[in-house]
């Protein structure tokens, strides 16, 4: 009887240091933040871009029209971390406390290529955010200042996925709405990301890279500018990393609950229009539910159109973030 007591006390004891080692290790857990800083730009008149949006009127320097939404906006820098990286991106969101809908967006380029400026936050993020949504932007790993070194599709994917638990730390953000939105490379980011992440609610993708088997034979220098240099083990494994970067190739493992607005220009030199023409092929075969707005005359910004390209893009993420909108029915059906 004694030797049992003396057991039961003895099992007490491991299970109370047992239970301390849990509440210690969920709180450090709870403790640990991915939203390392968030700075306010909240002078932009002493940054290049300023000319840029402004007027002088009545000897006075005034927003231009198309830009006085800059005051219902603020813009920010942060840093948050990505596998254990430092990460630098910016952060728009309305000026107005609230609760919004958010979208992710995924720069173009590479390197310092395509790399997010302040004309970014105040343009391109900052039109989305002055109607209501609170937009987030990565630099990538390895670019921006940013730790670690940029794989153009591989690991630093990471640094995209990892943005729905960043929002979870920003007050305004409605993390149950998020959206992705994707240029040029951005959109081979989105691409990827939406196979690894439940999270995501609708995407939108411009002269997105489907393929890049094709992008090497229409551009050559492609190869050897960039996906060498960038893809780790690319000479050793190449079929197999370029295969891992071409949506073309798996479109079987899209979810079919995300909605995906495709926008291409059909004069893009950059990214062939037919990347996005034979992806949308595989999206139809595998019943993915999909939009194709192929512009006339476009470029790879489709800049010829841009004023259509915002109408849509915003469309899209009213219909499927704000307006909770019911996902398509893409069974055939009809009379």
Partial sequence: MKNQLQKIKKYMKYLKILTLILILTNANAQDTKLL????????????????????????RREWKKQFKYIDSIEIYSITYLSDGLKINGLLVKPK???????????????????????????????QIAKEGYVVIASQY??????????????????????????????????????????????????????????????????????????????????????????????????NVELEKRSAIKWAEKFPKDVPILMLHGNSDWRVKPKQS?????????????????????????ISEHKEEVNEQVLKWFDKYLKNNGTLPNMEYHGR
Wanted: charged share 25%.
């Fill in 36 to 59: 390392l800083s968030q700075k306010l730009i909240s002078n932009i008149s002493e940054t290049p871009i300023y000319s840029r949006l402004t007027e002088e009127i009545d000897s």
């Fill in 96 to 126: 107005k406390e609230g609760k919004y809908p958010c979208i992710i967006y995924n720069r173009g380029g590479n390197r310092n290529f395509g790399s997010l400026k302040i004309a970014h936050g105040a343009i391109t993020l900052g």
């Fill in 141 to 238: 790993r390895g670019n921006g200042g940013s730790e670690g070194k940029e794989e153009f599709g591989g690991k630093d994917v990471n640094d995209v996925t990892i943005l729905t638990e960043v929002l979870k730390e920003i007050e305004d953000a409605d993390t149950s709405r998020i959206g992705m939105y994707g240029w040029s490379r951005g959109g081979m980011m989105t691409y990827i990301a939406l196979t690894k992440s439940d999270k995501i609610k609708a995407a939108v993708v411009g002269g997105a890279i489907s393929d890049n088997f094709s992008s090497i034979k229409d551009r050559p220098e492609m190869e050897t500018g960039v996906l060498s240099e960038l893809i780790p083990n690319y000479a050793d494994n190449k």
């Fill in 277 to 301: 023409l034979h992806l949308a092929l595989e999206f139809e075969k595998n019943r993915i539910p999909y939009r194709l707005i192929m512009f006339e005359g476009g470029d790879h910004g």
